[in-house]
């Protein structure tokens, strides 16, 4: 009996520092997570260009992230074979496509049902160069197309 | 993906160190423990290891509970072995109630794959409010009237069913918690319900009355504990979901009204005599305040570090499997254990609450909601009765008591809250793609 007791003696500070080490190691794991999220976020804006949300219904039917990521062709709608899918019901299954051509970005309606807006104007079957600043309309969803210095 | 192994290796740590040290106890079953560590571990990294490398959701809750019932399970061998070793005759036999505890763990694993996917293999869980509201009344009803009926200690919550006794009120939690998400979930922020019956939303009207008939019900099952988590998951469940301040304070007035006028009728005494114990245990040490002198008496002794695995005389404690669990473990593991066990629950409901959050259809979100305030109403309530800061009531403590009934159903709220996390997992992966 004399050695379990000692060494349930010892053990017990054992088990405490286990466990402690335990909740630290999930807490460290779920902190993890947490980082991770937003450097997958920060990844969307990692592009030549993005689109940053300036507006948006007061709805929660989906999920709108602040900004996506513009590409050399970048197509954008309702289906989810489009580069940036916004489940929204205002916008056609493939609505407009924002492509990069000799320095500059163009924007084009896609023949969408509703339309595509450029600084508050349809655009309708042009096609029109954008610059940073500019205001883009899906929807009832506007963003702001803006370049990245960078390059 | 990357394997994280750090925190369930301590887990597995923990089960080895806690089983080894048993296994040099003087006259202890070596063959048993050696077989109960083998089955703890590998059931534990199996499925932490199938739940992340599927990506079949979160896996953080899991690692919890994981930590939680292995610690019940030692803390039930420990005082198992030590009566066996000390009394020969025992009027509660521990041991077995340990093997038990074992077995239903192993159950527990296999209803949280089962409960995994059938909730992710039916659609549609929203639709059936009517469906689970009958299945918690013809529980009730099986549990007071019919030949399965089997009340222990005047409390007809038991229901016999060939050789195992099943606690039908953990079974009526699960339908609970669906039906208020069914109905919880039909609510926006900004609109509240759509239709209404004489000014009153016909959803509200449905769920307070089905909340004080399960209240009505619990009342005469002797069934205090669980009535006291439905109303507290009630109420929470109103503040959660912007209904007028009025709601809440009403149903408390409600409440406060019918226990006063229960007790001018003189209906609940078992109810006043537990909270005049509660305010002062020394009125009868050796009788009605036996549980609570003992629990405390348990949590003192134990002191910062507790007495060692297996050296406390915990096993002549009443209820010691069940309710008193946490104070046994405060006594041979110390109140730095207690601690950390609340830490635990804190991290699992922080989970939830994120789970959540982060899904965005309405029934996940409630039912995710209902069933993480239903573990955490739970835990806080028994540790709460124990440490005499809130009257005593007999509850189980989850994923920590010996039981069957609530381990079964504290593993099926896990798995389908793993279920729900996946598909906060989907919406992520679309980012990724991005």
């Keep these: 009996m ?104 163009y924007l084009e309606d896609l023949g969408s049902t509703n339309g595509t807006l450029y600084n508050g104007k349809y655009i309708g079957n042009y096609t029109v160069t954008l610059k940073s600043g500019d205001k883009v309309g899906f929807g009832n969803i506007t963003f702001t197309f803006i370049e990245t210095d960078d390059e | ?141 099986i549990s007071l009237i019919g030949p399965l009926k089997s009340p222990v200690q005047g409390v007809h919550n038991w229901v016999k069913l060939g050789p195992v006794k099943l606690q039908v009120s953990e079974f009526i939690k699960l339908c609970y918690c669906f ?74 007035a409600a409440v406060a009204l019918g226990v006063l006028l229960l007790y001018s009728m003189g209906k609940i005494d078992y109810v006043m005599s537990r909270v005049e114990i509660w305010r002062d245990p020394g009125i009868d040490p050796a009788g009605a305040g036996y549980q609570i002198t003992k629990s405390l008496e348990a949590i003192c002794s134990g002191g910062y570090f507790g007495t060692g695995l297996g050296l406390s005389p915990a096993y002549t404690f009443p209820v010691i499997e069940s309710d008193m669990i946490f104070s046994a473990i405060c006594y041979e593991m110390g109140i730095f254990m207690g601690f950390a066990i609340i830490m635990i629950y804190f991290i699992l409901s922080y989970r939830g609450f994120k789970i959540a959050i982060e899904v965005s259809e309405p029934f996940d979100k409630a039912l995710a909601l209902t069933m993480i305030i239903s573990i955490a109403g739970q835990a806080f309530i028994i540790i709460g009765g124990v440490t005499k800061m809130i009257p005593l009531t007999g509850i189980t403590m989850p994923f920590v008591s010996a039981g069957g009934s609530s381990m079964i159903v504290c593993f099926a709220m896990l798995g389908i809250l793993t279920a729900i996390s996946h598909k906060k997992d989907k919406s992520k992966l679309q980012v990724d793609k991005m």
């Design chain 1, 2 to 105: 004399g050695v379990f007791e000692l060494a349930s003696k010892i053990v017990k500070y054992i088990l405490i520092g286990i466990v402690y080490l335990f909740i630290l190691r999930v807490v460290k794991m779920v902190y993890l997570d947490i980082s991770d999220t937003k450097r997958a976020r920060r990844v969307i804006t990692d592009g030549m260009a993005y689109l940053k949300l300036s507006s948006r219904r007061r709805s929660k039917e989906y999920k709108l992230y602040d900004s996506y990521a513009v590409r050399e062709n970048t197509t954008i709608g309702r289906s989810r074979k489009n580069d940036i899918c916004i489940p929204d019901p205002f916008l056609s299954a493939s609505h407009a496509r924002i492509y990069f051509a000799d320095g500059e970005f």
């Design chain 2, 1 to 141: 993906m990357k394997f994280r192994f750090g925190a369930v290796s301590m887990v597995l740590l923990f089960n080895i160190i806690c089983f080894g040290l048993l296994y040099f106890y003087p006259g202890a079953d070596t063959r048993e423990l050696i077989m109960a560590v083998g089955i703890i571990c590998a059931l534990i990294l199996g499925t932490y290891i199938i739940v992340y490398a599927f990506n079949l959701g979160d896996p953080y809750p899991f690692l919890t509970v994981a930590m939680l019932s292995s610690m019940s399970i030692i803390m039930l061998y420990s005082v198992g072995i030590k009566q066996m070793a000390e009394i020969e005759n025992p009027s509660v036999s521990l041991m077995p109630i340990a093997k038990a505890q074992l077995k239903w763990f192993i159950c527990g694993i296999g209803v949280f794959f089962a409960s995994y996917a059938i909730y992710r293999l039916i659609k549609g869980w929203e639709k059936f409010t009517y469906f689970y509201m009958g299945m918690a009344l013809m529980l009730y009803l």
């Design chain 2, 179 to 252: 039906a208020m998400a069914s109905l919880f979930c039909r609510k926006t922020k900004l609109t509240g319900f759509k239709e209404k019956l004489y000014g009153i939303a016909r959803e509200d009207v449905v769920s307070t009355v089905f909340v004080y008939m399960c209240l009505g019900f619990f009342i005469l099952q002797r069934e205090l504990g669980t009535a006291l988590l439905f109303f507290f998951v009630y109420l929470a469940l109103m503040m959660l979901y912007d209904v007028p301040f009025v709601m809440p304070l009403g149903n408390i």
